[in-house]
């Protein structure tokens, strides 16, 4: 079993930065894509970046130039850098990790249990 923990979330202005880390821990081999997803208040859970292996990565337009995501390998950990936050940033984040428990074994989907983001005007 594989377990995320999310922290970084928080109030901030508008304008303003934060940066979300998760990590994994538990039975882990190896790591395939990470990723971040928000869900805002009555809405559906949004892709908001993810990130390949190789460092491949991917955004959701409304997030482009203003947020980067990252991951350090070494301590199964992943980043969101988010920038020039806006209030329709405001949202529950959550880590989504695609990983193997063994050479041999399929890829388990894990997710975080969330951190929330306010973005005040």
């Known amino acids: 079993q594989v377990q995320l923990v999310e922290s970084g979330g928080g109030l901030v202005q508008a304008g303003g930065s934060l940066r979300l880390s998760c990590v994994a821990s538990?039975?882990?081999?190896?790591?395939?894509?990470m990723g971040w997803y928000r869900q805002a208040p009555g809405k559906q859970r949004e892709l908001v970046a993810t990130i390949t292996s190789g460092g491949t990565t991917n955004y959701a337009d409304s997030v482009k130039g203003r947020f980067a995501i990252s991951r350090d390998n070494t301590k199964n950990t992943m980043y969101l850098q988010m920038n020039s936050l806006k209030p329709e940033d405001t949202a529950v984040y959550y880590c989504?990790?695609?990983?193997?428990?063994?050479?041999?074994?399929?890829?388990?989907?894990?997710w975080g249990q969330g951190t929330q983001v306010t973005v005040s005007s």
């Open positions: 989504n990790v695609g990983s193997r428990g063994s050479p041999i074994s399929g890829v388990r989907e894990s």
């Open positions: 538990g039975k882990i081999f190896s790591i395939n894509a």
